[in-house]
Each structure stands twice: as C-alpha cells, then as structure tokens.
C-alpha cells in the first residue's frame, strides 16, 4: 500500500512538472506569432486570414515548427529540484533560443542571403522565399537543440556554449549557401540562385532547403563525440567546427551519390533549375534530410 501511495505521489509530481512545461512551451509558441509581425512589420491577423499571404504562413510555421525543436531540448525529461527552478530553466532556454532564432535568420539574411530582401518579398507573397526562410530557422533550431542537449547546468558557461555552438552554425550555413550559388552558377550559364528566389522558382527553394537542414543535422553529429566541459570549452568548440565541416563534406558527397541512385536516369538540372519541377526538388530535400539523418544516426 505505501508503495502504491508513493507511486501516485511521484505521478503527481510528474504531472506537476509537465503541466508547467506546457505551459510555457505553448505560451512561447504563441509569442512567436507575435514577434514575427512585429519583425516583419504587419499584422499577423489580416496577413494570414485576410491576404491569405501563403508566404508569410510558410516563414510563421518555420518559426513556430524551430521553436518547438528548440523546447525539446529545454525539456530533457529531468525534473528540476523544484517547480521555480523548472519554470526558471524552461523560460531561459525557450527565450534564449527564440532569440538566438531571430538573429540566425538575421545572419541568414544579411550574409548567406544578401541579394534580397527577405521582408519586403515575403510581403509580396514571394513563396519561394517564404520556403527558404522557413528552412533557415528549423537549420538553426535543430543546432541549438543539439548544443542544448550537449551541455550541462544553467550559468554563464552553459550560454556562452550555446551562442558559441550557434555561430558555428550560422558560418557553416553560410558557407553551404556559397557553394550552392557557385554549383547553381555553373549549371546555369552564371546564372544567380538568389534571384532566381526573388523570381519565385519554388523548385530551387525546396531543394535548397533540404541542403540546409542536412547541413545543420551534420554539424549536430559532433556533439556525440565531443563531451561538454567549461574548463577545455574553447578547444572543444574547435573541434566541433573542424569536425561539422567534415561533417558537411561527407553529408553532400553521400548525398550526390544517393541522388544519382534514386533519380536515375533523371537530369536534375533540366528537371530542377529550368522546368522547376517541384516533385523531383521534393526528392531531392527528402534524399539530403534522410543521408543526414542516416549519418548522424550512425555517428551517435
């Protein structure tokens, strides 16, 4: 009997703790579709029901969707030792990371993508755009779950990891993007990939966000073989970076290698680049998400 007493008082407990969790969680949720109205400058009531602007809907779920990854890795599945300390760590993490979600899509913005302006064409119901900045938010939150799942304890170490882990991301999305603009180029004549965005080609933003997201789940693989430590935290970051290029490398040349396997016999940039075939573009983000995914499943 007292341990079925104990058994129902831990489950109380539990139920506690989750309550407040979600609390939180969907309190946060929905300050994000405040924060991106205010950020884009529009109301997000009549942008949605009223313009049925498609766009901003698909850039809205991208931060709503990289928030929620974000919150996973707040909640380990460890209660705190006391409902405050809980509501403490849950709202850190959760603001911390939406903020980090902003600047990443401002970094993302300003040097991976800075030939347009993201703002102006997502109010032009742009698609193609809304797709890619969608992308860019859920890269970046599936990197600062990792990082938060890697590290331990809430202080000023814990933080500097965090914004530490989250710069390596954004260098590498930046980088991945340089390459890209550079294959797209010489497959097309010299052609630009971020006008082809501001075009509305929505082929080459579905294909470019597979790049993107594959991108980020290779730079998470190097928290399985680097253990957290503020002591030696500057030499591990270095290691991480050193290996998410390798990461990187390793994801796109496997990618290349599926994509000739599964599309066989189909002539990607005639398909993607000028028909805009949105079918193949889907195979081809689907083939990137699940090498990463594959890879970074084996690295752990």
């Known amino acids: ?127 193609s755009v809304g797709i890619v900045d969608a992308a860019g938010a859920i890269a970046t939150a599936i990197v600062i779950r990792a990082v938060l799942l890697w590290v331990d304890g809430l202080d000023i170490n814990t933080f500097i990891a965090i914004a530490s882990g989250f710069i ?40 470019y966000s597979g790049q993107l997201i594959s991108t980020a789940l290779a730079v998470t693989a190097a928290s399985h073989f680097f253990d957290y430590s503020p002591a030696t935290l500057v030499e591990t970051l270095v290691g991480w970076l050193i290996f998410a290029i390798v990461m990187t490398f390793l994801v796109s040349i496997l990618t290349t290698i599926a994509k000739r396997i599964v599309l066989w016999g189909i002539n990607l940039v005639e398909e993607v680049d000028e028909q805009q075939n949105i079918g193949v573009a889907s195979i081809e983000m689907a083939t990137s998400i699940a090498i990463a995914l594959i890879l970074t499943a084996l690295m752990a």
Do not use: P, W
């Open 1 to 127: 009997m007292d341990k079925l007493l104990n058994v129902i008082s831990f489950d109380q407990q539990l139920l506690a703790y989750l309550a407040l969790d979600i609390a939180i969680a969907i309190i946060l949720l929905g300050t994000m579709r405040f924060i991106s109205g205010i950020s884009a400058k529009v109301n997000t009531t009549e942008e949605l029901a009223k313009h049925d602007n498609f766009a901003f809907g698909f850039s809205l779920a991208g931060s709503i969707l990289a928030l929620g990854i974000v919150l996973t890795g707040a909640i380990t599945g460890e209660a705190a030792s006391s409902l405050t300390d809980e509501a403490i760590g849950m709202l850190a993490y959760g603001v911390f990371g939406l903020i980090l979600i902003k600047i990443g899509r401002l970094i993302h913005d300003k040097l991976a993508l800075n030939k347009l302006d993201k703002t102006s064409l997502i109010k032009e119901q742009n698609l």
């Open 168 to 207: 390596i991301s954004q260098a590498m999305l930046v980088i991945v993007t340089r390459i890209r603009e550079r294959t797209f180029a010489k497959n097309n004549q010299g052609k630009c990939l971020q006008n082809a965005f501001i075009e509305g080609q929505q082929a080459l933003a579905i294909r």
